[in-house]
C-alpha cells in the first residue's frame, strides 16, 4: 500500500510540474497575417501555465488576465483602429509570443454548402478575377473541413492574401463581398471561411441547441435512436463497405464511366452531415473570434423540409450570435436561385424553403437577404454567376451595416387586394418603381378550388395588377413559386423581387419535420 501511495505522489507532482510547465500558446486563428476587427472589443485567447498573469499588448494599448486552473485564458482588448501592419505581443513570466503582422479591418465569416464554398476558379470569369487579384488588403483563412474527432488533417488554419498564388480557391461568393468591402471602406477585409458542401443548418448547430426546441428537436431525436439501433458494430461494417464503394467509384469516373451512381455514406459519428457534426468540428475550431457579421449561402439540403427550417435557421442564427458574444450581430444570406432539377418528383419544394428565408429575413432582426432568382442555372444546382451573389450581399452589408444610403432590396411583397376578377399586389423596396426588361412572367393565380393557373400580370406604379380569364374570383395570387421560374420583376435600382404568395394554405413539407 505504501508502494502504491508513493506512486500516486510522484505521478501527482509529475503531472504539477507538466502543468506549470505548459508553453504560451494563442488560439489558432492568431497567427500572421490575421486581420482583427476595428472598433470592436476583440477577443484573444490562449493557453499557458495554469494561474499565472497573461498581457497582450498592440497599438500602444495593454491587456492583463490569469489564466485559469487549466492554463486556459481570454483577454478582450480594447476598440482598435484599423490598418497595419501592427505588432502584437503576449506574454506571461515565462515566454513571450509576438505577432509582426497584425492588420485591423473588417472581419466576416462565410458559412454555408456547396454554393458558398464554389470556388472563385471555377466561376464565371473566375481566371481572369485571379491574374487581376492584387489587393493585399483581402486576407482569408480556410477553415479545414473535418468530418469528426480523429479525422485526418486537411489544412491548416493560416491568414492568407486573396491574391492571384491564394485565392482561386476562396470562396467565389467571399472573394467578391470581400472586394466590394474594401474597395469602398478602404480598410483591410478578413474572411472566416467555414463550409462544407451538402451540409445541413443542424449539423452547423450544438446538439443542446437543437434539442431546446420541439419543432428541430426530432432532428437529434431520430439520429440518435437510429444509430443506436444500428449499433456500432454494424455501423463501421458499413463504413468499411462505404469506402471500398466510394474507391470504385472514383476509379470508374476516371476510366471515364459517367453513368455510375455514388454509393451513400451511412449515417453515424462519422459522417459529417450528422447533426451537430460541423459544430464540433469545424465551427468551435473559430468561436469567438470578434466578427462584424456573417454571410451565409446555404438551404439546398433542408429543401425538403423547408417548413421545418423557418424554426431552424432562425435558432441557428440565435446560436451564432450567442457563440460570437454578438447578440446583434449582423447575418446576411442568400435566398436559393432557380433550380429545375430540385427535387426527384418535381415537387416544389425549393419555394417553401424561399418562403422560409424570407420569412427569417422579416422575422429576425439584423439579418439581410440577397435575392438570386435570376442567377440560377436550370440544370445545375451549382450556378456559376457568382460575382453578382457577392455584390448583392455587400450592397446590404453597406446599407444595413455600414449606414451607406444606397438600394439594396428587391421588391418585398406586402399587401393584396381583390376586386372583381383581379388582385393588386403592394410591395416595399419599390425605389422609383417597378420594372420589368420583358413582359412579367412567373404570376399565378387561383379561386376557391385553391387550383393555381398562369397569370397576365402588368405594372401600375409601385403595384402589380394580376389576373386570368380562367379565374373569375380569385383568392390567392403566388409569383415565382416554383422551383424553376422566369420570374422577372425588378425595381428601378435593377434588384428582382422575391418569390411570394399571398396564401397561407398548407405545405408540402409541412409533415417533414426530422
Not at 468499411?240 to 476516371?254: F, G, M, R, V
Amino acid at each position: 500500500m505504501k508502494l502504491k501511495a508513493l506512486f500516486s505522489l510522484i505521478l501527482f507532482v509529475w503531472s504539477c510540474l507538466l502543468l506549470d510547465s505548459q508553453n504560451l500558446a494563442l488560439g489558432e486563428l492568431f497567427n500572421e497575417g490575421v486581420v482583427l476587427q476595428r472598433n470592436a472589443k476583440v477577443l484573444i485567447w490562449g493557453k499557458a501555465t495554469p494561474t499565472t498573469s497573461i498581457t497582450v499588448t498592440i497599438q500602444g494599448k495593454m491587456a492583463q488576465t490569469t489564466t485559469s486552473s487549466s492554463g486556459e485564458w481570454k483577454i478582450t482588448l480594447p476598440k482598435l483602429k484599423e490598418g497595419g501592419p501592427y505588432l502584437l505581443s503576449v506574454y506571461d513570466k515565462n515566454d513571450t509570443l509576438k505577432i509582426n503582422e497584425v492588420y485591423v479591418g473588417e472581419v466576416w465569416i462565410a458559412g454555408g454548402q456547396s454554393n458558398m464554398g464554389f470556388m472563385l476558379q471555377n466561376a464565371d470569369n473566375g481566371k481572369e478575377a485571379i491574374e487581376n487579384a492584387k489587393n493585399t488588403n483581402i486576407r482569408f483563412v480556410l477553415v479545414p473541413y473535418k468530418a469528426f474527432e480523429g479525422d485526418k488533417n486537411r489544412g491548416d488554419m493560416n491568414w492568407r492574401t486573396a491574391t492571384t498564388d491564394n485565392v482561386a480557391k476562396m470562396s467565389a461568393v467571399g472573394y467578391y463581398f470581400a472586394k466590394e468591402l474594401q474597395q469602398k471602406l478602404n480598410v483591410p477585409i478578413g474572411i472566416i471561411c467555414c463550409y462544407k458542401g451538402g451540409s445541413g443548418a443542424e449539423t452547423w448547430m450544438s446538439r443542446e441547441s437543437l434539442l431546446k426546441n420541439p419543432i428541430i428537436s426530432p432532428i437529434v431525436e431520430k439520429y440518435e435512436t437510429q444509430f443506436e439501433k444500428l449499433g456500432k458494430e454494424r455501423y463501421y461494417e458499413l463504413v468499411s463497405k462505404y469506402q471500398k464503394d466510394e474507391k470504385l467509384y472514383q476509379d470508374s469516373l476516371a476510366n471515364g464511366f459517367k453513368s455510375v451512381v455514388r454509393p451513400r455514406e451511412p449515417m453515424g459519428e462519422q459522417n459529417y452531415n450528422r447533426p451537430y457534426g460541423l459544430y464540433n468540428t469545424m465551427l468551435k475550431r473559430v468561436i469567438p473570434f470578434t466578427l462584424r457579421g456573417a454571410i451565409w449561402y446555404q438551404g439546398e439540403h433542408n429543401s425538403s423540409r423547408a417548413a421545418q427550417y423557418r424554426t431552424l435557421f432562425p435558432a441557428m442564427i440565435d446560436e451564432w450570435r450567442s457563440d460570437f458574444e454578438n447578440p446583434q450581430m449582423p447575418f446576411l444570406f442568400v435566398q436559393l436561385p432557380g433550380y429545375a432539377n430540385a427535387d426527384a418528383n418535381n415537387r416544389p419544394i425549393w419555394p417553401e424553403l424561399r418562403e422560409a428565408q424570407l420569412l427569417t429575413l422579416q422575422k429576425v432582426k439584423n439579418t439581410g437577404m440577397a435575392v438570386t432568382i435570376d442567377l440560377g442555372q436550370k440544370d445545375n444546382i451549382h450556378p456559376t454567376h457568382k460575382e453578382p451573389v457577392g455584390k448583392r450581399l455587400a450592397a446590404i452589408a453597406f446599407h444595413n451595416v455600414y449606414g451607406m444610403k444606397i438600394p439594396y432590396s428587391g421588391p418585398i411583397y406586402k399587401s393584396v387586394k381583390f376586386i372583381e376578377n383581379k388582385a393588386t399586389i403592394g410591395f416595399d423596396f419599390t425605389y422609383d418603381g417597378l420594372r420589368s426588361e420583358t413582359e412579367l412572367a412567373g404570376f399565378t393565380i387561383c379561386g376557391e378550388d385553391q387550383q393555381f393557373v398562369s397569370a397576365k400580370a402588368i405594372i401600375k406604379g409601385n403595384s402589380v395588377v394580376v389576373w386570368s380569364d380562367s379565374v373569375q374570383k380569385p383568392i390567392a395570387v403566388r409569383y415565382g413559386w416554383a422551383n424553376w421560374t422566369e420570374a422577372n420583376l425588378k425595381n428601378s435600382a435593377g434588384f428582382l423581387a422575391s418569390p411570394f404568395r399571398t396564401d397561407n394554405f398548407p405545405l408540402i413539407t409541412d409533415s417533414s419535420k426530422k
